[in-house]
C-alpha cells in the first residue's frame, strides 16, 4: 500500500496509531523459507495464509505473485533492501527486507515488512517471536482463536484475547458489551473453548427474539400439567446449561419480571420450573451481552440495578469494526476462505476491491461484512462497482427481479414493496432480527416492519 494511501486510510478510519492500520510481513530462514506472516500479505497476492506459509519466497516469484523477492536480495547481499513491489494483484507495496546476522556474520533470519523502522535490528541474538507482535504464526493463531473464526490482528482484540485467556478458568461472570454485529457471541465461545467447561454445554439465547409470554417457560422450563397444553415436563434453558456456560445475549431485552427471577437464579444457583414445587441445583457459568447501555438502561429504571452488577463482574468491550483496520483485513480473508470452500469458488480480491472495503465504515460490523463477501462469491462479481449505499439495498437483487418482470405487468406498487422489503430484512439481519432496534433505526413502528415484509413475500409469491 502506499505512503499515500496508507494516510487516506487513516484520516478516513480515525485511525492514529501505525500498528492499527494493515502491513505485509515476511519473517524467513536463511533459505527464504517462510517461517511467520500474515494475513494482509496473503491478501496482496491472492492465496491463504495457510498455503502461504508452506512456501519459499522464490516460489512465490516462479508462480508469477511478483516479479522479485527483496529478501532472496537482502540474503545474498547480507544488507538491507527497499523497493516498492508490485504484486499481481495490484497491490504496489514499499517493502524494506532487514537480514538479522549470526555472530559470524551468516544470515539467521530476514524479516521483510512494509512498515518503516527506525534503525536496524540487533546484529545478532534476536527473538523472531518479538519482531512484530501484530502478526502471527499457524501455531499462534490456534493459541489466539482463529481456529474457531475469533480473528484478533489488532492490538484491540488482542488485548481482549488475553483477557478472555486470564479468566476462561475461573466462574466469574462476565458481560461483553459492543455493538451488533462485533462477534459477542465469537468472544463468549472463545472462553467457553479455553475454559474447564468446555467438556460440557455452551446454550445460547437470545433475548430478543423470545416473545415475553413465553419468556419464563424458555428460560426456566415447566412441569407436566403447569398450563394447558403441558403433555410433558421440559427442562428449561438455564437447566440445559448445567455444568457448561450460559450465553444471554441481547440482555437488555429480558422482561424485568424474569430478570428479577433470573437475580435469584444467580444468588441461589438453583431453578424453579414453571408449575414446579421443588428447586433443582444447578451449575452453570453465565456469560452475558449487550448492544445497549445497560447502565442508561438502569437510571431510566428499564433494567435492575441490582443483577447490572451481578453479571458486569468482568466487562468486555469490543469495539467496532470501523476502529479494527487490521481485524478487517483479518475477516475479509477468512470470510473469503470460508464461503470459496462453502461454494466451490475462487474468488480473489484485487487492490481496488480490497481498498473500497478498507476504507468502508461497515455499520454491521462483522455480520454485515460476512454478508457482503458472501454475495460477492455467490454471484461471482469480480470487482465491487457499487457505492456503500447502494450494497446496502441489495440492487443486484432488484435488478435481477426487475429483468425478471420485465414481460409481465408488475406496478410500481409492487416493485416498491419489493425494494422496501429487502432493505427492511438488511436492516433486520444487521440487527440480529432485533425488530425492535431495527425500527428505531429505519424510523417506523416495529408492525410496519412486519407487514411491509409481508406484502413483499406476496409479491415474490405471485399472491
Given at each position: ?192 473453548r479455553k475454559s474447564d467447561r468446555m467438556q460440557g454445554p455452551f446454550v445460547s439465547i437470545n433475548c430478543a427474539a423470545i416473545p415475553p409470554s413465553l419468556f ?248
Amino acid at each position: 500500500m502506499k505512503k499515500k494511501a496508507i494516510e487516506k486510510t487513516r484520516n478516513n478510519s480515525g485511525v492514529q496509531d501505525i500498528n492499527d492500520l494493515p502491513s505485509t510481513l515476511f519473517v524467513t530462514d536463511a533459505k527464504g523459507n517462510i517461517l511467520i506472516s500474515n494475513e494482509f500479505t496473503a491478501l496482496t497476492i491472492g492465496i491463504s495464509l495457510d498455503e502461504l506459509l508452506k512456501m519459499n519466497v522464490q516460489d512465490l516469484v516462479k508462480a508469477g505473485y511478483y516479479k522479485r523477492s527483496i529478501t532472496m536480495e537482502a540474503i545474498e547481499t547480507k544488507q538491507r533492501v527497499s523497493r516498492t513491489i508490485d504484486t499481481n494483484r495490484g497491490f504496489h507495496i514499499k517493502s524494506t527486507a532487514i537480514p538479522i546476522l549470526q555472530k559470524d556474520g551468516e544470515v539467521q533470519l530476514v524479516v521483510t515488512t512494509s512498515n518503516e523502522y527506525n534503525g536496524k535490528f540487533p546484529i545478532f541474538d534476536v527473538d523472531p517471536n518479538i519482531l512484530n507482535k501484530s502478526n502471527k504464526s499457524k501455531e499462534e493463531a490456534k493459541e489466539e482463536g482463529t481456529d474457531i473464526g475469533l480473528v484478533a490482528e489488532s492490538l484491540a482484540m488482542k488485548q481482549i484475547v488475553k483477557v478472555c485467556n486470564q479468566i476462561a478458568s475461573y466462574d466469574s461472570k462476565v458481560l461483553i458489551c459492543g455493538e451488533s454485529g462485533t462477534g459477542k457471541e465469537m468472544v463468549a465461545r472463545y472462553i467457553y473453548r479455553k475454559s474447564d467447561r468446555m467438556q460440557g454445554p455452551f446454550v445460547s439465547i437470545n433475548c430478543a427474539a423470545i416473545p415475553p409470554s413465553l419468556f419464563e417457560q424458555e428460560l426456566f422450563g415447566y412441569e407436566k400439567g403447569a398450563f394447558a397444553g403441558a403433555s410433558e415436563e421440559k427442562k428449561g434453558i438455564i437447566e440445559l446449561a448445567n455444568d457448561g456456560v450460559l450465553f444471554l445475549d441481547e440482555i437488555a431485552e429480558m422482561p424485568l419480571d424474569l430478570q428479577a427471577k433470573l437475580l435469584r437464579v444467580i444468588d441461589n444457583n438453583e431453578v424453579r420450573r414453571v408449575g414446579g414445587i421443588r428447586n433443582i441445583p444447578i451449575n452453570c457459568r453465565i456469560i452475558a451481552a449487550t448492544n445497549r447501555d445497560l447502565w442508561k438502561l438502569v437510571k431510566k429504571g428499564a433494567f435492575r440495578e441490582d443483577l447490572y452488577y451481578r453479571i458486569n463482574v468482568i466487562p468486555i468491550h469490543i469495539p467496532p469494526l470501523r476502529n479494527r483496520k487490521l481485524d478487517l483485513v483479518g475477516l475479509i480473508s477468512y470470510f473469503l476462505a470460508e464461503f470459496n470452500q462453502k461454494y466451490g469458488e475462487k474468488l480473489i480480491l484485487s487492490a481496488d476491491e480490497f481498498h473500497k472495503m478498507l476504507k468502508c465504515d461497515w455499520p454491521g460490523n462483522a455480520r454485515e461484512l460476512r454478508n457482503y463477501i458472501e454475495r460477492l462469491v455467490v454471484t461471482n462479481q469480480e470487482s465491487i462497482q457499487q457505492s456503500k449505499e447502494e450494497t446496502v439495498t441489495d440492487w443486484f437483487a432488484i435488478d435481477h427481479f426487475i429483468k425478471s418482470n420485465m414481460e409481465k405487468n408488475c406496478s410500481l406498487k409492487d416493485f416498491t414493496a419489493i425494494v422496501e422489503g429487502r432493505y427492511i430484512q438488511h436492516v433486520l439481519d444487521t440487527f440480529n432480527g432485533n425488530a425492535t432496534e431495527a425500527a428505531k433505526k429505519l424510523g417506523i413502528d416495529r408492525s410496519v416492519i412486519y407487514r411491509k415484509l409481508k406484502r413483499m413475500d406476496n409479491v415474490l409469491g405471485g399472491k
